[in-house]
């Protein structure tokens, strides 16, 4: 059971618009910035978003990130084929001491 | 551009040793305030962090593993190391070295290694 929660699949049409959730609590999130990583079939985790709302170098703003309490949520646009993947947030715990992750939610364009 | 770059053994014996050692390139490992971190997936399940350490040597583990693991450092190979004692087949999993930053985000990745323990 991870310490994150996020809904196991989304799936939504190409070119709309999809929001994966991430919920946290006070120890985490609610406290601490998230992350979210896309990883490819058969790749490794790829940062997506820092800070919980920053975009590293090379990431298309069709990717965005926001924070509001103990939620965090993945935005993303102009859905491609190509973005199909696992999705997974990710966030310091304070009270745990370690980093945590949400248990990955898969994207399906359809 | 950093890369990294996991190598070990691809099967361990229950109760025995996982060894794994991650080489840097593109960076130094005292070059910033970076925490050079293990994570593991294991098959249809989440991303785990297992523990990082400092270029100095200080090193913090998750507790639910912390009786079991060694991360060291070797600056001067640009490398560090994995050791993970008395594994079971719930430590078969893909292991990925990354480097994480202050925030708790990890910049970049290996491609990872599947550690499959069996007998």
């Known amino acids: 059971q991870s310490v994150l929660t996020q809904p196991p699949s989304v799936s939504a049409a190409p070119g709309q618009k999809v929001t994966i959730s991430c919920s946290g609590s006070?120890?985490?999130?609610?406290?601490?910035?998230v992350s979210w990583y896309q990883q490819l079939p058969g790749t490794a985790p790829k940062l997506l978003i820092y800070d919980s709302n920053k975009r590293p170098s090379g990431i298309p703003d069709r990717f965005s990130g926001s924070k509001s309490g103990t939620s965090a949520t993945l935005g993303i646009t102009g859905l491609q084929t190509g973005d199909e993947a696992d999705y997974y947030c990710g966030t310091l715990d304070s009270r745990l001491g370690v980093v945590v992750f949400g248990g990955g939610t898969k994207l399906t364009v359809l | 551009q950093v890369q990294l770059q996991e190598s070990g053994p691809g099967v361990v014996k229950p109760s025995e040793t996982l060894s794994l050692t991650c080489t840097v390139s593109g960076d130094s490992l005292n070059s910033g305030s970076y925490l050079w971190t293990w994570i593991r997936r294991p098959p249809g399940r989440g991303l785990e962090w297992i523990g990082n350490?400092?270029?100095?040597?200080?090193?913090n583990y998750n507790p639910s593993l912390k009786s079991r693991v060694t991360i060291s450092v070797d600056t001067s190979q640009r490398q560090f190391s994995l050791n993970l004692g008395s594994v079971t087949a719930a430590d078969t999993a893909f292991y990925y070295c990354?480097?994480?930053?202050?925030?708790?985000?990890?910049?970049?990745w290996g491609q990872g290694t599947l550690v499959t323990v069996s007998s």
């Open positions: 006070s120890s985490n999130i609610g406290n601490n910035y």
């Open positions: 990354a480097r994480g930053r202050s925030g708790g985000d990890f910049d970049f």
């Open positions: 350490i400092f270029y100095t040597g200080s090193s």
